[in-house]
C-alpha cells in the first residue's frame, strides 16, 4: 500500500467542506472579480453571490446585456453541477457586470467605469482571469492574457481602491496555479518561485511571471496582496460533475475518449514515459471556493501565499490505467524506459499529449500551512471519471450544437446537413476539407452564427461510408454541386461561401460554375491543384501526400498496406513509416480525433486517396479563372500543410482577389482563433453591401 492509499482510507470519514458553511462576516465590502465566465472563478462567484454586498464582474462581452447573459449561462452550468437552478435573484440584485478585457489598459473599462469603481469602495480585486492554453504556438496569446492582463489589472487596482480609507486595506488577490514550480521536483513551499527555472509548459511560466508581476508591483507600493495557487482542480466533490471544467485530467481523458476508435485498431500498446512514483495533486472545486471564502471570511493572516490543494497526489501510472480501462481502449501503457524507434502514431500520440507527458515525471509534494483539505481517494477519482465519461457520451449523442437534418441531393444520395443561426440572417455555407467531420466546422460557426446563417454539411464518401465509390466520378464539381443541393433543400436563395484547405476548391468551383447561387467567397489556407514550381513551393506534407496518395488510389490492397503499417500489424518498412510520420505529424495534434478519420479503415484511405489524387489532378489555375465574385484569400505563414504560396498563386489568378496574409497564422487558426471570424465577418459585410 503506498502512502497516498493509506492516507486515502484513514480520511474517508471527512465529508467535503461546504462553502456555504462558513459564517457570513457582519459586514461584506464589494469585490472586483474577473474570470466569473472560467471554472473557478464561476463557483467562487456562485458562492460568492450568497453574501451580501455587491460584486463587480469584469467580463468580456459586445454589450452589458450580452455579457451577463454570457455570464449566466455559464453560472447555471455551474449550479447544476451541483443540482441546484441558477440564483437570478441574487445575481440580478447583487452582480454588477462591467464589460472589459484585461489584455487592454485599465482592462477595456470606460472612464465612467473606472470612476464607479472608484466610488464602490472595493475591499479587493479577486483576479481569476486566465489562458489555460499551454502550448508554444500559443505563447503570445497566453502572456497576452496571464503576464500582461496581470499588469493591467494592477494598474486598474492602483488607480481604483489601493487607496481604500474605510476598513481595512484592499486586497490584490490574485488566483495562480501550484505549478509555477515548472520542473522543480520534492516539497514545494509556499514561498515566491523565482523566474530562473525550467518550466513544462508556457502556461506554467506565463502564471509565474504574473506572480512575479504580483509581488513586485504591491511591494513597490506598499499595497496587500495574495497568491492562491490551486493544483489541479476537478469538479464539485458534493457531486463528482465535472463542474464545466475540460482541463487537466478531464482534457486527457476527453483525448483518450475521442481517439478510441483509433486506439482499439492498435496492434501495440502506445507508450507513455514517467517515473513510477510521478503523481498529480487533484482538488476538488467546491474545496477550492472553501478555501477562498474561509480567507475572506477570517482574514489571511501574515501569510501570502497558500496551496490550495489536496494533502497526497494520486500515482499517475494507477490513473493514466484507470482512465485507459474506463475509456475502454486499454492501449496505454506507462513505461520506465522506452526503445529509440517510434510509429507513426506514437509520435502523434506524444505530441498531442505533450502537456501531461510534463507530468508523468512530477515528483511533487505541495506543502500547506493552513488545515488540510479532505483527502481524495482512488473511489472518489473512480466516481469523477466514470461521471465524466458519461457527460462525454451525452454530448456525443447530442452533437456539437448544429441543427443536424438529413437532405436528398440530385442523384438521391442522403447528405447530412448542418446549420446555426438565425434563418432570417445571410447565408454563409462552409466548405470543409475533404473527410472531416462537420464538428471541425462549428467553433467558426459558433463565432459567425450571431451574423450569418451558417450552413455546412459533411460530404459524400468520406467520412461516412454509406455511399457507393466511383474513383472515376469523384471530382470537386460533385461536391460544388452538392453545396447547391444543400441550398435548395434549405430554401437559402444566393449565399457567400467559405472554403478550408481542399474545401476552397470546392468553394472555387461552386463559385464558377452557379454565379447565380453564390455572390461572393472567402478560402482559408487553400489547399488546391496549383502544382508546384520554381516560384511556388508545396510543404512536406503536401509533397508526401502527393507521392503515397499516388500509390495507394491506383491500388486498394495498397490502402490495406498503409492501414496495417500505422496501426502496426505490418513489418516496419522505413521509408514509408517516414512518409507517414512526416504526413500524420503535420497535421495539428490536438485535432488528431478529426483529422485522423480518413486513415481509419482501408476503405476511407483508399476512397480519400483517390478524392484527393483527383484534386490535385483538376485544372492548373483551380477553376479561378471562372470566377468573378469578389474572393478574400487567407494564408498564414505557420501552416505546414499547406504553403501560402499556394493562396498567393490562388489570389493572383483570381479577377477580384484579396490575399491576406497572417505572419502568425497555422492551418487550423479558423478553428482556434476569433480573429479569422472577424476577417471573414468583415469581408462579407462589404460585399453584402455592395450587393444591396
Same mark, same amino acid.
Given at each position: 500500500m503506498n502512502r497516498f492509499e493509506h492516507r486515502s482510507l484513514e480520511t474517508r470519514h471527512f465529508e467535503t467542506r461546504d462553502p456555504r458553511s462558513i459564517a457570513v462576516p457582519d459586514a461584506v465590502a464589494p469585490i472586483l472579480l474577473t474570470g466569473a465566465t472560467g471554472f473557478l472563478g464561476g463557483h467562487f462567484l456562485l458562492h460568492r453571490i450568497e453574501w451580501p454586498g455587491t460584486v463587480y464582474a469584469l467580463v468580456r462581452g459586445d454589450s452589458p446585456q450580452q455579457a451577463r447573459a454570457r455570464l449566466y449561462a455559464h453560472l447555471a452550468e455551474c449550479a447544476a453541477s451541483y443540482q441546484r437552478a441558477l440564483p437570478k435573484a441574487l445575481l440580478d440584485a447583487r452582480l454588477q457586470v462591467l464589460v472589459g478585457d484585461i489584455t487592454l489598459p485599465d482592462c477595456g473599462l470606460d472612464p465612467r467605469a473606472v470612476q464607479t469603481l472608484r466610488d464602490a469602495d472595493i475591499s479587493g480585486f479577486w483576479h481569476c482571469a486566465a489562458s489555460l492554453k499551454f502550448e508554444?504556438?500559443?505563447?503570445?496569446?497566453?502572456?497576452?492574457?496571464?503576464?500582461?492582463?496581470?499588469?493591467?489589472?494592477?494598474?486598474?487596482?492602483?488607480?481604483?481602491? @489601493?487607496?481604500?480609507? *474605510?476598513?481595512?486595506?484592499?486586497?490584490?488577490?490574485?488566483?495562480?496555479? @501550484?505549478?509555477? @514550480?515548472?520542473?522543480?521536483?520534492? !516539497?514545494?513551499?509556499?514561498?515566491?518561485?523565482?523566474?530562473?527555472?525550467?518550466y513544462n509548459n508556457v502556461y506554467e511560466e506565463s502564471k509565474n511571471i504574473a506572480e512575479n508581476s504580483v509581488i513586485d508591483f504591491c511591494d513597490a507600493h506598499a499595497f496587500s496582496y495574495r497568491i492562491l495557487r490551486p493544483t489541479a482542480v476537478m469538479g464539485p466533490r458534493a457531486s463528482h460533475h465535472s463542474g464545466t471544467t475540460r482541463f487537466g485530467v478531464y482534457g486527457f481523458t476527453k483525448e483518450v475518449f475521442r481517439l478510441r476508435e483509433t486506439l482499439v485498431k492498435l496492434k501495440h500498446p502506445l507508450e507513455l514515459l514517467g517515473k513510477p512514483r510521478a503523481s498529480m495533486n487533484l482538488t476538488p472545486v467546491d474545496e477550492c471556493v472553501y478555501d477562498m471564502m474561509h480567507m475572506a471570511a477570517t482574514g489571511f493572516g501574515g501569510r501570502r501565499f497558500f496551496h490550495l490543494c489536496n494533502p497526497e497526489g494520486v500515482n499517475m501510472e494507477?490513473?493514466?490505467?484507470?482512465?485507459?480501462?474506463?475509456?475502454?481502449?486499454?492501449?496505454?501503457?506507462?513505461?520506465?524506459?522506452?526503445?529509440?524507434?517510434?510509429?507513426?502514431?506514437?509520435?502523434?500520440?506524444?505530441?498531442?499529449?505533450?502537456?501531461? *507527458?510534463?507530468y508523468y515525471n512530477a515528483e511533487k509534494r505541495f506543502l500547506r500551512a493552513a488545515s488540510p483539505q479532505p483527502q481524495l481517494d482512488w473511489d472518489d477519482v473512480d466516481r469523477y471519471v466514470a461521471s465524466f465519461l458519461t457527460e462525454l457520451e451525452q454530448e456525443e449523442a447530442g452533437g456539437v450544437g448544429f441543427r443536424p437534418q438529413t437532405i436528398s441531393a440530385r442523384d438521391g444520395v442522403s447528405l447530412r446537413v448542418f446549420s446555426c443561426g438565425n434563418p432570417t440572417l445571410p447565408p454563409l455555407v462552409l466548405a470543409n476539407a475533404y473527410g472531416m467531420p462537420a464538428e471541425f466546422m462549428w467553433p467558426l460557426a459558433q463565432r459567425l452564427q450571431e451574423h450569418f446563417h451558417v450552413l455546412t454539411w459533411e460530404c459524400r464518401w468520406v467520412p461516412g461510408l454509406d455511399h457507393a465509390f466511383d474513383p472515376e466520378a469523384c471530382g470537386s464539381i460533385v461536391h460544388a454541386q452538392d453545396m447547391i443541393d444543400v441550398l435548395k433543400a434549405l430554401g437559402v436563395g444566393r449565399a457567400s461561401v467559405a472554403g478550408w484547405s481542399s474545401g476552397a476548391q470546392v468553394a472555387l468551383r461552386a463559385l464558377g460554375t452557379f454565379p447565380d447561387r453564390l455572390q461572393a467567397g472567402v478560402l482559408l489556407n487553400p489547399g488546391v491543384s496549383i502544382s508546384p514550381s520554381e516560384t511556388v513551393r508545396v510543404t512536406r506534407?503536401?509533397?508526401?501526400?502527393?507521392?503515397?496518395?499516388?500509390k495507394i488510389a491506383g491500388n486498394?490492397?495498397? @490502402?490495406?498496406?498503409?492501414?496495417?503499417?500505422?496501426?502496426?500489424?505490418?513489418?516496419?518498412?522505413?521509408?514509408?513509416?517516414?512518409?507517414?510520420?512526416?504526413?500524420?505529424?503535420?497535421?495539428?495534434?490536438?485535432?488528431?480525433?478529426?483529422?485522423?478519420?480518413?486513415?481509419?479503415? *482501408?476503405?476511407?484511405?483508399?476512397?480519400?486517396?483517390?478524392?484527393?489524387?483527383?484534386?490535385?489532378?483538376?485544372?492548373?489555375?483551380?477553376?479561378?479563372?471562372?470566377?468573378?465574385?469578389?474572393?478574400?484569400?487567407?494564408?498564414?505563414?505557420? !501552416?505546414?500543410?499547406?504553403?501560402p504560396d499556394i493562396g498567393k498563386a490562388l489570389c493572383a489568378g483570381l479577377r477580384q482577389g484579396e490575399l491576406h496574409h497572417d505572419p502568425e497564422g497555422d492551418h487550423f487558426a479558423h478553428y482556434y482563433e476569433q480573429r479569422i471570424a472577424d476577417m471573414i465577418r468583415g469581408a462579407l459585410a462589404v460585399d453584402q453591401q455592395n450587393a444591396a
Open positions: 508554444d504556438r500559443h505563447r503570445r496569446e497566453i502572456m497576452e492574457q496571464n503576464a500582461d492582463g496581470t499588469r493591467h489589472m494592477l494598474e486598474l487596482f492602483r488607480k481604483t481602491c @489601493a487607496s481604500r480609507t *474605510a476598513g481595512a486595506p484592499a486586497e490584490f488577490v490574485h488566483v495562480s496555479t @501550484a505549478y509555477t @514550480a515548472g520542473k522543480t521536483q520534492g !516539497d514545494i513551499d509556499e514561498v515566491r518561485h523565482s523566474l530562473d527555472r525550467e494507477k490513473l493514466i490505467g484507470m482512465v485507459d480501462r474506463k475509456t475502454g481502449t486499454e492501449r496505454l501503457a506507462f513505461v520506465y524506459e522506452r526503445g529509440p524507434d517510434s510509429s507513426p502514431l506514437q509520435e502523434l500520440f506524444d505530441e498531442r499529449t505533450k502537456f501531461y *507527458a510534463g506534407f503536401e509533397s508526401g501526400i502527393r507521392s503515397l496518395f499516388d486498394y490492397r495498397m @490502402a490495406e498496406k498503409y492501414c496495417e503499417l500505422i496501426y502496426g500489424a505490418a513489418s516496419t518498412d522505413a521509408g514509408d513509416t517516414k512518409m507517414l510520420s512526416t504526413i500524420l505529424t503535420s497535421t495539428d495534434p490536438y485535432l488528431l480525433y478529426m483529422t485522423s478519420m480518413p486513415f481509419r479503415t *482501408a476503405e476511407s484511405l483508399y476512397r480519400y486517396a483517390n478524392m484527393m489524387r483527383t484534386l490535385f489532378a483538376e485544372r492548373p489555375d483551380a477553376w479561378t479563372q471562372d470566377v468573378t465574385q469578389p474572393v478574400l484569400v487567407y494564408v498564414g505563414d505557420e !501552416d505546414v500543410v499547406t504553403h
